[in-house]
């Protein structure tokens, strides 16, 4: 199959590698890598999982230079983001591995990371009937390989203390992360909903932090087809 490499939307200097019929990056991506809020001074180390083609750490890789690490299962799309990560010279500060993220502690073991950002399958397999027909996209949006609670509890025994994880997802499972957060001994401290012309919310960002203090922002609600770039969409005034 071939790929082909594209610019990573509106973003200078940064070109990412993509199979065109089979397996792209989302706009679900772009904003969760622009939701993140990092400190260009302060070293971390950063975690994305289901890491795809690499969009998410190629984007913070623009905020920060601290290390970013990315787990990939599927092993031609964990090609693209290896490539990708070449291709726009970030060897020194992504790295990508080609492995299970259920995985993760036989790589990592303890707390390790001070920001988790993750883009996850959004269905649950009882919705057999959104299931997609390609196996790139089967296991990217469908939950066959993990849940969203394994996600959690991934994050609760990786995040450091008061460090925070990044999530976007569907608005209908709200009320499961808001609970599997309570449940990992982690509080919501921020939720932006994302709507597009029907003004019905398609997505929700959220920001968890691992033993944070109770009570969520709700940010205004923001219609992505009002906006030419998403660069800074987040950026509070």
Excluded at 26 to 41: H, Q, R, Y
Excluded at 57 to 79: A, C, M, N, R, V
Excluded at 93 to 121: A, H, R, S, W
Excluded at 201 to 226: C, D, M, R, T, Y
């Amino acid at each position: 199959m071939k790929m082909i490499k594209n610019d990573l939307f509106d973003y200078p200097n940064r070109y990412i590698y993509q199979l065109p019929d089979a397996f792209k990056f989302s706009l679900d991506s772009i904003l969760l890598a622009e939701f993140v809020k990092i400190s260009p001074t302060k070293e971390m180390t950063i975690l994305d999982m289901c890491t795809g083609n690499a969009p998410i750490p190629l984007i913070l890789s623009t905020k920060t230079s601290s290390p970013i690490i990315g787990f990939e299962l599927q092993k031609e799309i964990y090609d693209l983001a290896i490539k990708s990560v070449e291709l726009n010279n970030l060897t020194q500060q992504i790295t990508i591995y080609n492995e299970d993220i259920n995985n993760l502690k036989m790589v990592f073991p303890g707390k390790y990371f001070d920001i988790i950002t993750c883009n996850p399958p959004y269905f649950p397999t009882t919705e057999s009937s959104n299931v997609n027909k390609s196996t790139f996209q089967k296991i990217a949006r469908h939950e066959l390989t993990i849940t969203l609670r394994d996600i959690f509890y991934l994050v609760k025994n990786h995040l450091k203390e008061n460090g925070v994880f990044y999530l976007v997802h569907r608005p209908n499972r709200l009320d499961e992360i808001i609970l599997y957060a309570n449940e990992c001994k982690m509080k919501v401290k921020e939720v932006q909903l994302i709507t597009t012309k029907n003004n019905i919310p398609s997505l929700v960002l959220v920001k968890i932090v691992k033993h944070g203090q109770k009570g969520i922002k709700f940010a205004g609600i923001i219609n992505i087809n009002e906006y030419k770039t998403y660069q800074n969409i987040f950026k509070e005034e």
